[in-house]
């Protein structure tokens, strides 16, 4: 039988618990941004940016009708702050990227209920991750609203 035997004394003790939690800190913060990079490229390609509207049950082109990058102001002035109203109500919020560089996808929607064309979907996407969305129709009778897919009215 073999027995070890070890004296530590209190500041000893005392360190190796400090570097211990040093230790753990370290991979708790770089698993968080190991999955902040995983988020951040999910909406960096087509593909993606598409099967995130198919997860709301939007049906859409397989390519963008428009791609526009524009630089977002540092702070929100009119139309953003309502438009940011409409966001903060389905989970999104514009002031995370605000002096940032944002694109908006806009894709062509084919299946909006009793509406065969003519309705738009907007993708604002800043750093990978999706920011702003929303839903449109152009025109005189027009509206727009948020990603949720609607419910039929019956």
Same mark, same amino acid.
């Given at each position: 039988?073999?027995i070890w035997? !070890?004296r530590? +004394?209190?500041?000893?003790a005392? =360190?190796l618990? $400090?570097f211990?939690? #040093? =230790?753990? %800190?370290? #991979?708790? =913060?770089? !698993?968080?941004?190991?999955n902040q990079?995983e988020q951040? %490229?999910k909406? +960096?390609?087509?593909?993606?940016r $598409?099967?995130?509207?198919?997860s709301y049950g939007?049906?859409v082109?397989?390519?963008?009708?428009e791609?526009?990058q524009?630089?977002? /102001?540092?702070?929100l /002035?009119?139309?953003?702050?309502t438009?940011?109203?409409?966001?903060?109500?389905q *989970?999104f919020d514009?002031? !995370?990227c605000c002096g940032k560089? $944002?694109?908006?996808?806009?894709?062509a #929607?084919?299946n909006?209920p @009793?509406?065969? @064309? *003519?309705i738009?979907v907007?993708l604002y #996407?800043?750093?990978?991750? !999706?920011?702003? &969305?929303d839903?449109?129709c152009?025109g005189a @009778? *027009?509206?727009?609203q &948020?990603l %949720?897919f /609607?419910?039929k009215k019956?």
């Amino acid at each position: 039988m073999l027995i070890w035997t !070890a004296r530590f +004394s209190r500041r000893r003790a005392m =360190i190796l618990v $400090v570097f211990l939690g #040093v =230790i753990l %800190a370290l #991979v708790v =913060i770089l !698993a968080g941004r190991h999955n902040q990079t995983e988020q951040t %490229a999910k909406l +960096s390609t087509n593909e993606n940016r $598409v099967e995130f509207l198919q997860s709301y049950g939007w049906e859409v082109n397989s390519e963008p009708m428009e791609t526009l990058q524009f630089l977002l /102001p540092k702070e929100l /002035p009119e139309p953003y702050v309502t438009y940011n109203e409409l966001q903060k109500q389905q *989970g999104f919020d514009l002031t !995370a990227c605000c002096g940032k560089q $944002v694109e908006r996808y806009t894709y062509a #929607v084919t299946n909006y209920p @009793d509406r065969p @064309d *003519g309705i738009q979907v907007n993708l604002y #996407v800043c750093n990978g991750s !999706a920011v702003a &969305g929303d839903v449109c129709c152009p025109g005189a @009778d *027009g509206f727009q609203q &948020g990603l %949720a897919f /609607p419910s039929k009215k019956g």
